[in-house]
């Protein structure tokens, strides 16, 4: 049988397809340098010979003593037991970059998480629209943020499986999408963000679920490991806080938020040798002007969520609350990857989410256009096997990728302004606590 397909439904596919093709042709750019100059170009790490290292730095501390008192990690238990579970202990007896030439387990492991991930991201955009799911799950599986995410090993890559069930449109159970939101929060404490979307929808059960959910996995992981209490914890935050608080560089060097930008001058970065003062200076001027916009458009999107709880998804309103936080904060530019994610759940419909879908695939582009250089570092490229020179400069993409978050960030705000305004038309709002009191 032939699936009737709409009217144009064809010619709707075709910026998809491009700019498909383009994410594409990043990456056969990735693959070329690579070849050529035996490590990954910017926006990849300039440290070649770190590959993987977010993944065995954790985990020689969860094969040896003081990750909280010596080695000061933000990190909570849970991530040392896991890395426990999927790692050989006799591996780290000397250092971490021993543990990972020697711990093929973790390797392994790596790999494992990645296809799993990838495979339910495929899944969950198939569910949601099966004619666009080709691209997107390609963009997204061979997308910078989430090739970013392998390179460096980093723990997103199994919380991100646990994330997909959670947020994503893959399971129903309440009580599965709690548990997996509650190991998402123990991996990534941030990530207790997107729950918030719960509390908007007025999905109380599973949000109160996550809730006890995450302090149980707490403390059986922290009686696990025997260590990482709260007073540990937020000392250690605090900590780093300030320890990276000049670091200036390697925050801005693939970044979420623009905030790094405006600690340029602060630091006497030599930033105006590449991109020129008139530039930097408006760009210092509008950064404020902007993000304010964004937290008061924000602010309405909310209470309008609020008052009308049928007119958004859910995917929708936790990809709002996530998108806004990253744009004051800047845990690191893998975060893209959830980002990205809950976008490509978003249909290819209306002005908003179409903008903003084109800016989750640029986002996905695998290039970066250097604008200039201050140093070279001469080193070992662990994947390419060689002795390499790396340049260290500044990239336009380091002032464009969270360009392209408010972006996607506007075209969903207003476009949900949109529907909570159509929403009016058919019911009043509500201040109702439960959604049950909300009529259909």
Not at 10 to 28: C, D, F, N, Q, W
Not at 37 to 64: E, R, V
Not at 129 to 137: I, Q, V
């Amino acid at each position: 049988m032939r699936i009737k397909r709409a009217p144009g439904e064809s010619r709707r596919r075709i910026p998809e397809m491009g700019l498909t093709l383009l994410v594409v042709a990043g990456l056969a750019h990735l693959a070329v340098r690579f070849t050529y100059d035996g490590f990954l170009p910017p926006p990849f790490i300039f440290d070649t010979n770190d590959t993987f290292m977010d993944w065995f730095n954790t985990a020689f501390w969860a094969h040896n003593p003081g990750a909280f008192d010596n080695w000061r990690t933000v990190y909570p238990p849970l991530s040392f037991v896991f890395l426990r579970i999927f790692g050989m202990p006799g591996c780290y007896d000397a250092s971490s970059f021993v543990g990972r030439d020697c711990d093929w387990v973790g390797v392994t492991a790596i790999l494992c998480w990645y296809v799993l991930g990838s495979a339910l991201a495929a899944l969950a955009f198939w569910r949601a629209d099966a004619r666009t799911a080709p691209f997107r799950s390609v963009c997204f599986i061979f997308g910078l943020p989430w090739l970013f995410t392998l390179e460096r090993g980093n723990l997103i890559l199994p919380c991100f499986v646990f994330f997909t069930l959670a947020h994503g449109n893959i399971v129903r159970s309440p009580v599965i999408r709690a548990l997996a939101a509650a190991v998402t929060i123990n991996f990534k404490p941030y990530l207790v963000v997107p729950t918030m979307a719960w509390a908007l929808k007025r999905q109380w059960r599973v949000l109160e679920l996550a809730g006890l959910l995450t302090l149980f996995v707490y403390l059986v992981t922290f009686a696990a490991f025997g260590d990482g209490t709260p007073m540990q914890l937020y000392a250690n935050t605090v900590n780093w806080a300030q320890y990276v608080s000049g670091y200036v560089y390697e925050f801005l060097f693939y970044s979420t938020s623009y905030a790094p930008v405006l600690d340029l001058d602060s630091y006497k970065f030599p930033t105006r040798d590449f991109v020129g003062s008139k530039f930097l200076e408006q760009l210092v001027f509008w950064i404020p002007v902007v993000l304010h916009m964004s937290q008061a458009l924000a602010l309405l999107v909310f209470v309008g969520a609020w008052l009308q709880p049928r007119a958004l998804p859910t995917s929708r309103v936790a990809l709002m609350v996530l998108t806004i936080y990253l744009m004051n904060q800047n845990p690191g530019g893998y975060t893209e990857s959830f980002v990205v994610f809950l976008l490509f759940l978003e249909r290819w419909e209306r002005a908003g989410p179409m903008i903003a879908i084109t800016m989750g695939y640029l986002l996905c582009v695998s290039y970066d256009y250097g604008l200039g250089n201050f140093a070279v570092l001469h080193n070992t490229s662990w994947l390419g096997g060689q002795p390499v020179t790396t340049p260290v400069g500044m990239a336009a993409g380091m002032f464009l990728r969270p360009g392209f978050i408010v972006i996607l960030f506007w075209g969903l705000a207003l476009d949900s302004l949109l529907l909570i305004a159509r929403a009016h038309r058919g019911q009043r709002p509500t201040l109702a606590v439960s959604l049950m009191q909300v009529p259909a």
